[in-house]
């Protein structure tokens, strides 16, 4: 099964998610497009070492940015269909770049990859000042165009009140929520994956 994690806004956490997702499915990790360094590839790779197979990216730019900017710079077009997912006998965790809508190139947008992919969306929340506006926005947006939305991480402070009110917009679960944390390494990941695999097989 192909897992397709974005977020409703960049700097959002995707990478520890991926990270705690990957060893939870015992998935193998893609990042199709990659704007600047450091590589979130490598980045799993320091957390997981050998415990993860990483494929190689599909589009590699050097420009930080939005992948349509950072690509316009390498003097590269972006396109969905020269974008084919790595063949894998595991379950497929694929990061996306930004939220939902940062644009690939003038008509292509990062959510028209996850039926591309043949994904389930996985959607990291942060919790801050102005989180459930975002939130609910990317909710309208997976709707509209029918995403299979597997559930919800939050990142950040626990914040009951904000949870409630963006859950009572979604009939999908809370799959974990990921507490700020001073260190991240492979115990801190092992640990959220454990509490993770328990959601999820409660759910399925």
Not at 50 to 57: G, I, M, W
Not at 104 to 133: C, Q, R, W
């Amino acid at each position: 099964m192909n897992y397709f994690v974005s977020a409703i806004g960049t700097d959002s956490g995707k990478t520890l998610a991926s990270a705690i997702l990957t060893q939870a499915l015992k998935a193998d990790y893609w990042k199709p497009i990659q704007a600047g360094e450091p590589t979130d590839s490598n980045t799993i790779r320091n957390w997981l070492g050998d415990r993860v197979k990483v494929h190689p990216e599909a589009y590699y730019l050097k420009t930080p940015a939005s992948p349509h900017y950072a690509a316009e710079v390498d003097n590269i077009r972006l396109s969905i269909n020269n974008l084919k997912c790595p063949l894998t006998q595991n379950n497929l965790l694929i990061e996306g770049a930004g939220g939902l809508l940062v644009p690939l190139n003038e008509t292509e947008k990062m959510i028209d990859l996850i039926p591309h992919f043949k994904a389930e969306l996985i959607l990291i929340a942060n919790v801050y000042l102005g989180s459930i506006n975002h939130t609910l926005l990317s909710l309208e947006a997976i709707k509209s165009r029918g995403i299979k939305l597997r559930g919800i991480i939050f990142n950040g402070p626990d914040v009951k009140s904000t949870k409630d009110i963006i859950m009572s917009h979604t009939s999908a679960p809370c799959l974990l929520h990921i507490s700020e944390e001073n260190v991240i390494d492979g115990a801190v990941i092992k640990r959220y994956a454990a509490e993770l695999k328990k959601n999820w097989d409660e759910l399925d």
